[in-house]
C-alpha cells in the first residue's frame, strides 16, 4: 500500500466562492460577529459580484477607438455602454464594516483590471496626471477623455474607500470624469459616510455639483450598511493604548494592535499630499497608520504634515516615544504639534513610549507647553475620548 497516497475523500466540497461565503466564513471562524445588515449587504455584493465575472469593457478601444468599435459599443441613454452592471454606493455611520464588506468584494472579484484605492488618493493622482497632461499637450484644451482613458484602461471595477467630496477643485472635474469613465464601460464601487445627495452640501458651486450627484444616483445602486454596532469603536474600547517602558513587550503590544484594528499584520506605504509635497507613511491599513517617533517627529514636518496624516487616517500606532527634554527639543515640538493634531481630529492614538505622559518631559523649555500635552495624552486613553468619531 502506498501510505504516502493523499487522502482526501474526493466528494469534500470546496468553498463557495465571492463575497458571501467569504463573509459567512468569516462569522463562522468566528473572526467576524454575525450581523443581520451585513450579510444583507454581503448578498448584494455577491449578486454584483456574479455579474461582474471575467467582465471586460475592451479598453483598446474606447470612443474613438475606430469606426467599427463606435458603431458595436452602442450606449444606452445612461451613457455607459449596453448591458453595463450598476455598480454600488455603500453609505453608512463610521465603523459598520462597509470596507471590510467592500474589501471582501474586491479580493474575489474575478475580473482582469481591478483596482481599489482610496478616494482621496485616487483625486490626488487624478490633479496630478492633468497637470503632467496639460504640460505635454500645452494648448489642447481638455485633459478629461485622455485622463478617463488611462483611468479605464487600468481597471474595469473601481473601488474606492471613503468616498467624499470637500475640495471644490474635485468637485470640478468629478462630473466629467465619472461620465467618461461609465461611457469606458468602468464600474464603480463606493464605501462613504455621506449619503450621494448630501455630496459637497453648503458648499459654494454646490449646484454645478448636482448633475454628478444625479450621474451617482443612476449609474450606483445606494446600500445603506445599517449595521447594529460600531466595530471600530468595540474593538479599540477593548485595547490599552500606552504601553510603557520601550521594549519586546511594547512592540508585541502594538503588532497586536494594528492587527487588532485592521485584521493584517503589516500595512502598505501610502503617500499623502502636502501642500504641494507629499508625505511617505510607511505603514497604512484600514485609516490605520503605523509609524516610529523617529520617523514622525525626528524630522522636519510641520503643522501641515499632521494635519494631513490626522484627516487621512483614524488612528496612529506609534512606536518608540522617548523620554523628552533639552537634548531633542526639536522632536518635543513636533511631537507637541502632532499630538494636538491628532486631538483636534479626534484621532485615536496607540503608542509605546519611556515613560507615562506626564513623566514624559519634566524638564527643558517645553516642560510647561508639554503639561497640556500630557494632559491631552491621558484623556486621549479614555473611554470617552477612544468612543468619539474621528473628524475629517
Ligand atoms: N461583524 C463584525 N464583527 C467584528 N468586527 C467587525 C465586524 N464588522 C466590521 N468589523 C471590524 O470593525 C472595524 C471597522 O470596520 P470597517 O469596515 O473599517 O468600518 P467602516 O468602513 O464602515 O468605517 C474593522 O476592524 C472591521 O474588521
Ligand atoms: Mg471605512
Known sequence: ????????PATLPRPAP??????????ASGALVPDQ???????????????LRGYDPHPEAPEGGGFFSRFFRRKSAEGAPEGTPHGLYLVGGVGRGKSMLMDLFFACADLPRKRRIHFHQFMQECHQRIHAWKRAHPGEPDPIPPLADAVAAEAALL?????????????????????????????????SNTLPQDLFKGRPGRDAFLPFIALIRERLDVLVL????????????????????????AERALDAAFRE?????????????????????PEVARGVARADFEALCGRHLGPADYLALATHIHTLVLD???RLGAENADRARRFITLVDALYEHRCKLVAS??????????????????????????????????????LT
Open 353 to 390: 513610549a519611556e515613560a507615562p505622559p506626564d513623566r514624559l518631559h519634566e524638564q527643558g523649555e517645553n516642560a510647561a507647553m508639554f503639561e497640556r500635552t500630557a494632559s491631552r495624552l491621558v484623556e486621549m486613553q479614555s473611554q470617552e475620548y477612544l468612543s468619539l468619531s474621528h
Open 226 to 249: 445599517d449595521a447594529a454596532r460600531d466595530y471600530r469603536r468595540e474593538r479599540i474600547l477593548g485595547l490599552p493604548t500606552w504601553h510603557t517602558p520601550l521594549g519586546g513587550r
Open 320 to 322: 518608540g516615544v522617548p
Open 37 to 51: 445588515a451585513q450579510a444583507l449587504a454581503a448578498e448584494t455584493l455577491q449578486d454584483l459580484w456574479r455579474r
Open 159 to 191: 473601488c474606492f474607500d471613503e468616498f467624499q467630496v470637500h475640495d471644490i477643485a474635485d468637485a470640478m472635474i468629478l462630473g466629467r470624469l465619472f461620465e467618461a469613465l461609465f461611457h469606458r464601460g468602468v464600474v464603480v464601487v463606493a464605501t
Open 18 to 27: 465571492g463575497p458571501l461565503p467569504a463573509y459567512r466564513a468569516r462569522v
Open 1 to 8: 500500500m502506498d501510505l504516502a497516497a493523499p487522502s482526501t
Open 261 to 281: 484594528l485592521t485584521g493584517e499584520a503589516r500595512g502598505k506605504p501610502c503617500r499623502l499630499a502636502v501642500l504641494g509635497r507629499s508625505l511617505e507613511l
